[in-house]
């Protein structure tokens, strides 16, 4: 499976986790989350949905809509409900270190019922911020704010230096 579609698929598990929505309903959210980074379309989100229907993970349910055209209730099964919550409990790797894909699994890691496998994630998280990163390079060293005379590149790294520390600190405050 696409890295996209699992997180794309985790963000309709997790909305649907709150209660059954329209899949404009479910499209409209998803893209609140995700922004303008990752806008989603309907030829990524609907597929999506018709396999997790398939995997029995959503119930799809037919009403009448204002016009000929019918709606679509979509609804988290049971099985959905566990799948969601493996998924959560098992995030690593990209799911941990891309920003983005972090905080999709934020947004829904309160639906874990134990705190332990919460803070489970969000050591692993803390784990791969503390971990020495750049973007640029010298070699095998890297490049700090300091080590480039490219305003640019400085404000970046600057920019993620800030976002880094401002992290680990709500991470450290949250996991004691």
Known sequence: MCESNSMLELAILGFLAAGPLHGYQLRRR????????????DGSLYPAINRLVKAELLDRRAEPGASA??????SLTAAGRTELLRRLREA??????????F???LAFLSQLPDRADQHAV???RLDF????????????????????DDP???GMLAI??????AERSWLRELLT
């Open 69 to 74: 055209v019918q709606r679509h209730t979509l």
């Open 103 to 105: 905080f999709t699994v």
């Open 122 to 124: 969000l050591r692993r």
């Open 30 to 41: 998803i893209a609140h989350l995700s922004g303008h980074a990752r806008p989603v379309s």
């Open 92 to 101: 690593d790797g990209l799911d941990i270190s891309d920003s983005t894909r």
């Open 152 to 154: 640019y590149r400085r």
């Open 129 to 148: 911020l503390e971990q020495p990163a750049s973007f640029f390079h010298d070699g095998d060293r890297l490049l700090g704010a300091e080590d480039t």
């Open 160 to 165: 993620a230096r800030t976002t880094s520390r």
